[in-house]
């Protein structure tokens, strides 16, 4: 079983940066969509950004031009650099694959459903 781990999490005041890494135990996902997810407690899983194993990228309105997913497939790695944090921004952030595209039978995977292999997640924290 593939395994996803994140790590690069933690603490820090508003306006820094955070760097998330998430390292896949094989390659099954080097040609994958990968995607960060972030979920506050109690609420849904929301979807930040995807990226396609060429390197193309989307994202969510509220991390368009502060987050930038990036991606290394010779190592398996995936990553989520995080600027200009706010505490709105406060979430566990997750890392999830796909195989296949980014877009799936005609629509963007945007959804936690679309996604086959999960992290176990990420705090990240920005103080006011």
């Known amino acids: 079983q593939v395994q996803l781990v994140e790590s690069g999490g933690g603490s820090v005041q508003a306006g820094g940066s955070l760097r998330l890494s998430c390292v896949a135990s094989?390659?099954?996902?080097?040609?994958?969509?990968m995607a960060w997810f972030r979920q506050a407690l109690g609420e849904e899983r929301a979807w930040v950004g995807n990226?396609?194993?060429?390197?193309?990228?989307t994202y969510a309105d509220s991390v368009k031009g502060r987050f930038t997913i990036s991606r290394d497939n010779a190592k398996n790695s995936l990553f989520l650099q995080m600027d200009s944090l706010t505490p709105e921004d406060t979430d566990m952030y997750y890392c999830?694959?796909?195989?296949?595209?980014?877009?799936?039978?005609?629509?963007?995977?945007?959804?936690?459903?679309?996604?086959?292999?999960w992290g176990q997640g990420t705090q990240v924290t920005v103080s006011a």
């Open positions: 094989t390659n099954t996902y080097s040609r994958a969509c």
């Open positions: 999830a694959a796909a195989r296949g595209g980014c877009v799936f039978r005609g629509r963007p995977r945007r959804w936690p459903f679309d996604f086959e292999a």
């Open positions: 990226i396609e194993a060429d390197g193309s990228t």
